[in-house]
């Protein structure tokens, strides 16, 4: 099993409308969550901490439950330009410094 | 504020070839990674770099030498390029490790052919 599985889409989602996704960790362990984005052929870029309550940034929403090992993002209203792959990161604070990368969501908005 | 500058964007190498990779950050963060980057696989680390002075294997290092310059500076070499080494290479850096829960800021990447 990997240690962070994303449904790798693509979601097709008309503008305006909500869209989640999840992504599901292995390690119980685990201590910190983000979610980046990442347009295609650019760099990664931090989109939002996922905390232990659970945290909105404008229409985002992340949420981390630990009982399933999963964490979630919800984009409201989304906007063309929400239109990104979306990377579910994992930190296991084994005194290492390796960050888990999910494979990524793609997420297409449509006008 | 150019963040995190990686040269170059693009390079085609024969098989066997070497070439280094460079990385440059202006944000006077102590660590700094190289990550790759491949279709169905999420980023993988190569090497890391937690200090200025030190160097540490990430999860794929096998055919690969990174050099922490100074605080700014992180390359990575490749010195017998194969093909199973195409792939984009990121380079990315934070203000501390992984462990402190700090985000990481990314460069361009580099689109890296070995034929």
């Known amino acids: 099993r990997k240690e962070v599985e994303q449904d790798p889409g693509p979601f097709n989602v008309p503008e305006g409308a909500t869209v989640a996704f999840n992504c599901t960790y292995s390690n119980s362990a685990s201590q910190s969550f983000f979610w980046y984005r990442q347009d295609c052929r650019k760099e990664p870029k931090l989109l939002m901490s996922v905390y232990s309550s659970g945290n909105e940034d404008g229409r985002f929403t992340a949420q981390l439950n630990r009982a399933s090992q999963y964490i979630s993002l919800l984009i409201r209203d989304s906007k063309l330009s929400d239109s990104a792959t979306y990377l579910c990161v994992v930190i296991s604070n084994f005194g290492n410094e390796k960050l888990t990368f999910g494979t990524g969501t793609r997420l297409t908005i449509i006008p | 504020n150019a963040g995190v500058t990686q040269t170059p964007k693009f390079q085609v190498l024969k098989t066997g070839q070497s070439m280094t990779l460079q990385c440059a950050q202006d944000?006077?963060?102590?660590?700094m990674y190289w990550y790759r980057q491949d279709p169905g696989m999420g980023l993988r680390l190569i090497y890391y770099s937690a200090s200025e002075g030190t160097t540490d294997k990430g999860e794929v290092p096998n055919g690969y030498n990174v050099s922490r310059l100074n605080k700014r500076e992180f390359s990575l070499r490749l010195e017998s390029a194969a093909p199973s080494q195409t792939s984009v290479y990121f380079c990315?850096?934070?203000?501390w490790g992984a462990g402190s829960n700090q985000p990481q800021h990314f460069g361009d990447g580099t689109r890296l052919s070995i034929l």
């Open positions: 990315a850096s934070s203000e």
């Open positions: 944000m006077n963060h102590n660590s």
